[in-house]
């Protein structure tokens, strides 16, 4: 057999930094412990083409015996 498998994807990733924003700490069971101010950064990626393709061919060899049998 003889197979090429190709992926191609376009995508674009951009962030953004949110400086000095109140994060509020909780414990476990959900109590707020502690505020704090620290920087925090959001990060989205877009998917705009995902292509997988396969292609190729596979070769059988000759049948042997009775397939009756």
């Given at each position: 057999?003889?197979?090429?498998?190709?992926?191609?994807s376009?995508?674009?990733?951009?962030?953004?930094?949110?400086?000095?924003?109140?994060?509020?700490?909780?414990?476990?069971?959900?109590?707020?412990?502690?505020?704090?101010?620290?920087?925090?950064?959001?990060?989205?990626?877009?998917?705009?083409?995902?292509?997988?393709?396969?292609?190729?061919?596979?070769?059988?060899?000759?049948?042997?015996?009775?397939?009756?049998?």
């Amino acid at each position: 057999s003889d197979i090429t498998q190709t992926f191609s994807s376009d995508t674009t990733t951009s962030s953004e930094l949110f400086q000095n924003q109140p994060l509020v700490i909780v414990d476990e069971d959900g109590e707020v412990v502690d505020t704090i101010v620290a920087d925090t950064m959001a990060t989205a990626t877009t998917i705009t083409k995902d292509i997988s393709r396969r292609t190729g061919s596979e070769t059988v060899g000759a049948l042997t015996g009775d397939v009756w049998d």
